[in-house]
């Protein structure tokens, strides 16, 4: 138990680290906060339909145009930050904007069979105008095909591993 639990806390920081490396090297945003709990989810589940590469992309697509449309409608110009003014019509229009991405993030991910829960983190951080463009939709898209991508090496590394190592442990007897 322990050691699987240090392997998937581990495991779940390489993958975000991967990404750091990448938003290091480039400059864009490719490490935000909904890649956390998709992160824990390939670490935690590693196979699975939970997982499966078209659930997390496709989760994450939804959230992604969900949030743009929900932004672009109801708030655009408007951005999350520190200081925000009680019952300003702009914290309304996040708030709705806010709503509005969920619930359609949550309809679309169930009508396209690409249920990914922490999509709908991804819709806030995009129709609260964190990251509230296409270029930043892109690139979250990127951000999550490149984790998924990385999570599938790694997977048939592992693979070609127990492979090698369960021959040579045969050679041996």
Do not use: K
């Not at 920081?13 to 290091?24: E, M, Q, T």
């Not at 989810?41 to 449309?69: D, E, F, N, Q, Y």
Request: proline letters at 6%; one cysteine or more.
């Amino acid at each position: 138990m322990l050691r699987d639990t240090g392997f998937t806390g581990a495991y779940a920081g390489v993958l975000v680290g991967v990404l750091g490396a990448f938003a290091w090297a480039t400059g864009s945003p490719l490490v935000f906060p909904s890649l956390g709990p998709t992160a824990f989810l390939l670490a935690r589940s590693r196979t699975g339909a939970v997982v499966a590469p078209r659930r997390v992309i496709g989760g994450h697509a939804v959230g992604v145009v969900a949030g743009l449309a929900a932004h672009w409608l109801v708030a655009p110009g408007v951005s999350l930050s520190v200081a925000l003014a009680p019952f300003s019509t702009s914290v309304l229009r996040m708030a709705v904007a806010g709503g509005l991405s969920v619930a359609a993030t949550s309809v679309g991910m169930l009508a396209a069979d690409v249920n990914h829960p922490p999509a709908c983190a991804t819709t806030l951080i995009v129709s609260l105008g964190i990251l509230p463009s296409p270029r930043t939709g892109a690139i979250i898209l990127a951000a999550v095909t490149t984790l998924v991508g990385f999570h599938q090496l790694a997977l048939r590394a592992w693979a070609t591993f127990d492979a090698a190592t369960s021959e040579s442990m045969t050679i041996r007897s």
